[in-house]
């Protein structure tokens, strides 16, 4: 084989190895990223601060601004509290209604899977987009 072969093959190899830990490395810091944000969002120092940054307030208008995000977001955190509840309640039900029907081991197999769910990362493409099951949102304000 010519050196010139071998030192093609060298640096075509290199490069594939570069693409591959570049792909992992930029969907590992996108994946943190994701799971950041959504955290921030859960605190709640999310919505307000992105909310700040779409608007780009001017100086005079920040204080009103700030303010008026910071009431929604108490009235939205209370609304994700609520939907949580009535979540876990849904979810109770289910596995009450299950435990009657489904054997011992059905059973236990569907626990393990759904603790398995419960405690995997969200990935960013989990979200389907159209329309999302339940009834809208109340009013502001209720």
Same mark, same amino acid.
């Given at each position: 084989?010519?050196? $010139? $072969?071998? !030192? !093609?093959? &060298? ?19 996108? *994946? ?10 859960? /605190? ?16 005079? %208008? ?6 008026? &995000?910071? /009431? ?10 609520? %939907? ?8 109770? $039900? &289910?596995?009450?209604? &299950?435990?009657?029907?489904? !054997? @011992?081991? %059905? ?5 393990? /899977?759904?603790? %398995?769910?419960?405690? *995997? ?5 989990? /979200? *389907?987009?159209?329309?999302? @099951?339940? @009834?809208?949102?109340? @009013?502001?304000?209720?």
């Amino acid at each position: 084989m010519k050196l $010139t $072969t071998k !030192t !093609t093959l &060298l640096l075509i190899g290199v490069l594939i190895i570069g693409i591959a830990i570049g792909s992992v490395a930029v969907s590992s810091y996108l *994946r943190f990223n994701h799971i950041r944000k959504v955290a921030e969002f859960r /605190r709640g120092e999310g919505f307000v601060s992105e909310m700040e940054q779409i608007i780009d307030p001017k100086p005079e %208008q920040k204080e009103q601004i700030h303010s008026i &995000l910071v /009431r929604h977001n108490e009235w939205i955190q209370k609304f994700s509290e609520d %939907q949580f509840r009535i979540f876990v309640a849904s979810l109770d $039900t &289910l596995n009450q209604e &299950l435990s009657q029907v489904l !054997t @011992p081991e %059905q059973m236990k197999h569907f626990e393990n /899977r759904m603790e %398995q769910i419960r405690n *995997r990362p969200p990935k960013p493409n989990d /979200r *389907r987009p159209g329309h999302h @099951p339940g @009834p809208p949102p109340p @009013p502001f304000g209720e």
